[in-house]
């Protein structure tokens, strides 16, 4: 089968391929661009005979997303403060065909891509191209390239260091008018209580709602003022916001909504993204909380 890059190739593939590149380096930007790039060199190079197109394409943005997270491993040492995954604010264009990001919701929680950043760029394309997109070991060995027997021993390898620190799968949860608050919506419930204490200036709620030994991580890249490092523990998290709503910015308004499978938060002043704030929930309590602020990462975000 001959692969032309046509426009219903591309719209057919492309979710499914910017959902992997996006996993590997937590760059939506990035994510987009490697993609395109695949898509042009198959339309240049025009290979024949590819029995299976989406696997080749899987192949050509995995090799694509290794050689660039090598090409930036000297910009991530030097990376100044925590970095934080580019926020991907969930809208319909998201939700649409079995291959999309939204399939796993909880694979592209904040906390998740952080932990897939502790594997090696191999161990993390093998976990993504089984756990995630279902393939079998001898389709990852021929992406990978490495033979199946070895691909299984990193999927196992993988999986169990991330495995260290659970990962709540939302999907696998049914709603019915008897059943307990799904993980989902009890996270919703959390994050509906912190912004009404932030709103109402209630600190007391701020420390109901908030893990005593929860973590705040604020990515400002250097760019814009941020904690360069982690706050640690309910009452500085809860100082911290309270002194950023202070003194907030001319023309400030939020957004609840959407962010990574989760529900998060866009701030804005006069319409243009100020930063992305996602929570990791924890039986009903806030347990740790990401803020993007590093201007970089917010161009994908639409002005409103």
């Known amino acids: 089968m001959e692969l032309t890059g046509t426009a219903e190739e591309y719209g057919s593939y492309r979710p ?21 790039e695949a898509f042009l060199y198959v339309n240049e190079t025009k ?14 943005v995995t090799h694509r997303c290794i050689d660039h997270l090598r090409s930036a491993s000297k910009q991530r040492e030097v990376y100044v403060g925590p970095w934080l995954p580019e926020p991907l604010v969930m809208n319909e264009d998201t939700r649409k065909g079995p291959d999309e990001l939204y399939t796993h919701k909880e694979s592209i929680s904040t906390a998740y891509l952080l932990l897939l950043q502790q594997l090696s760029w191999t161990e993390r394309a093998v976990f993504l191209l089984r756990e995630v997109l279902q393939y079998d070991y001898n389709e990852i060995a021929d992406i990978v390239g490495k033979s199946s027997t070895n691909c299984r021993q990193i999927f196992r390898r993988a999986k169990s260091a991330l495995t260290r620190i659970p990962i709540t799968d939302t999907d ?13 919506e009890q996270a919703s419930d959390a994050v509906e209580q912190f912004v009404q204490a932030l709103l109402s200036g209630d600190v007391n709620a701020l420390l109901n709602i908030i893990k005593s ?30 002194g950023l709503l202070s003194r907030p910015p001319e023309g400030f308004s939020y957004s609840v909504t959407g962010v990574n499978g989760d529900i998060g938060i866009v701030t804005y002043t006069n319409g243009q993204p100020l930063n992305v704030v996602t929570f990791q929930v924890q039986e009903r309590q806030i347990a740790n909380i990401y803020i993007v602020v590093n201007p970089d990462k917010l161009r994908h975000i639409p002005a409103i």
């Open 213 to 242: 030994d929860a973590v705040l991580y604020s990515d400002g890249g250097g760019k814009v003022t941020a904690a360069v490092r982690p706050i640690h523990g309910a009452g500085r998290i809860a100082m911290f916001f309270s």
């Open 172 to 184: 696998s949860e049914e709603v019915t008018p008897t059943a307990k608050p799904t993980v989902m």
């Open 16 to 36: 499914l391929l910017i959902s992997l590149a996006y996993r590997m380096l937590g760059s939506v930007t990035e994510a987009e661009d490697i993609v395109q």
């Open 47 to 60: 290979p024949d005979n590819i029995l299976n197109p989406k696997a080749y394409l899987c192949k050509i």
